[in-house]
């Protein structure tokens, strides 16, 4: 298990200048995380469009 510190950190320490960080909000089971994406794929989407698009 991570923190949201830790993500937050190692999220910081990637160098590429244009990155998505998305926060899922409401809960602390992980596999909530699993679920989302597929639950709210206009997340991804977005960042495909954003940054291949």
């Given at each position: 298990?991570?923190?949201?510190?830790?993500?937050?950190?190692?999220?910081?320490a990637?160098?590429?200048?244009?990155?998505?960080?998305?926060?899922i909000?409401?809960?602390?089971?992980?596999?909530?995380?699993y679920?989302?994406?597929?639950?709210?794929?206009?997340?991804?989407?977005?960042?495909?469009?954003?940054?291949?698009?």
């Amino acid at each position: 298990m991570t923190t949201p510190e830790a993500v937050q950190a190692i999220y910081d320490a990637i160098p590429a200048e244009d990155n998505d960080l998305h926060w899922i909000h409401g809960t602390d089971r992980r596999f909530d995380g699993y679920n989302y994406f597929s639950e709210h794929p206009e997340v991804a989407v977005a960042s495909f469009d954003k940054h291949l698009g």
